[in-house]
């Protein structure tokens, strides 16, 4: 028999140090991550982004995180996932795609880690919600996981304080599917 993979995904709005978390959660718990594929996607348009092109990221989020889950792997980390994109739908274009939400709930996490803003938003050319968008963002994004009744931990403070309440949110919930897979 196949144990089930523990997937743990990190959400948060904008500029809340996401990658740089999943990163270090990583390289501490020796386990893979799927890095944000929307940054290069936009990055690499020329061009304003489209339903079509986050339709387009939310495919290949699947795809990604499928080719993944064939491993079997003990434990993957993801660096955002389709709560994002099912927001980044709403608050863009108002609508959401109909085969959606049925995508998004098979593929729940077993475990979130959302950060809060207490880390500056830092400008660039892909960001789009800074200063008080943030903390509307974080909001919804909290409502959600509260909404899908899923085990999440608010990850909070800044550098080493940041990441040790991250380590110690898996540490803990690892300890307890562990203990309790069901």
């Known amino acids: 028999m196949i ?9 948060g709005p904008e500029s809340t140090g996401k990658t740089v978390l999943t990163q ?10 799927l890095p944000e594929l ?16 986050v339709e387009t990221i939310a495919h290949l989020q699947i ?6 889950q064939k491993q079997h792997l003990p434990l993957y980390f993801l660096d955002t996932e389709l709560i994002i994109t099912k927001i980044w739908f709403a608050q863009v274009f108002k609508k959401i795609p109909d085969w ?27 960001r789009e919600n800074g200063g008080e968008r943030r903390e509307f963002l974080y909001r919804i994004y909290k409502n959600e996981l509260n ?8 990850v909070t ?15 803990d919930f690892i300890s307890g599917f562990k203990n309790n897979p069901g």
């Not at 270090?24 to 991550?33: E, G, I, N, T, V």
């Not at 996607?41 to 061009?47: K, M, P, S, V, W």
């Open 3 to 11: 144990k089930k993979s523990i997937k743990i995904a990190i959400l």
């Open 24 to 33: 270090h959660l990583s390289q501490y718990f020796k386990a893979p991550w």
């Open 38 to 53: 929307s940054r290069s996607f936009i990055e690499n348009l020329n061009r304003n982004y489209t339903y079509s092109d």
């Open 63 to 68: 795809t990604q995180e499928d080719t993944l």
């Open 100 to 126: 959606f939400e049925q995508e998004l709930q098979v593929r729940l996490a077993d475990f979130y880690l959302l950060c809060d803003t207490s880390i500056p938003w830092t400008p660039d050319k892909v």
């Open 147 to 154: 909404g899908y009744k899923v085990p999440y931990k608010v």
């Open 157 to 171: 403070n800044m550098n080493q304080q940041r990441f040790s309440n991250a380590v110690n949110a898996v540490s």
